[in-house]
């Protein structure tokens, strides 16, 4: 059974950075499709950041530059760098495989981006 356990969320001025985290159970996360989703009040979740096993990444196009996805096969987890934070940034945000299992959902970690 896989467990996703997102963290490093918090409150941060625009301009600022965040680190997320997210540990992954099971033996298979190394040849996971891996994805770093959010969800907005009021909005659907949206998929952000994306990277295969050998490395290669995709991002939206409103992260695009700002926000860095990696990967750990080794320690079972999956990052994101989040910098230059804007308000617009703020949601929950979780991690899962791409495309998304809806067996997989964690409770995500909250990110605020306010003054």
């Known amino acids: 059974q896989v467990q996703f356990v997102e963290s490093g969320g918090g409150l941060v001025q625009p301009g600022g950075s965040l680190r997320l985290s997210c540990a992954a159970s099971?033996?298979?996360?190394?040849?996971?499709?891996m994805g770093w989703y959010r969800q907005a009040p009021g909005k659907q979740r949206e998929l952000v950041a994306t990277v295969i096993s050998g490395g290669t990444t995709v991002y939206a196009d409103s992260v695009k530059g700002r926000f860095t996805i990696s990967r750990d096969n080794a320690k079972n987890t999956l990052y994101l760098q989040m910098n230059s934070l804007k308000p617009e940034d703020t949601a929950v945000y979780y991690c899962?495989?791409?495309?998304?299992?809806?067996?997989?959902w964690g409770q995500g970690t909250q990110v605020t981006v306010s003054s």
């Open positions: 099971g033996s298979l996360f190394n040849i996971y499709v």
């Open positions: 899962n495989r791409v495309p998304e299992n809806r067996d997989y």
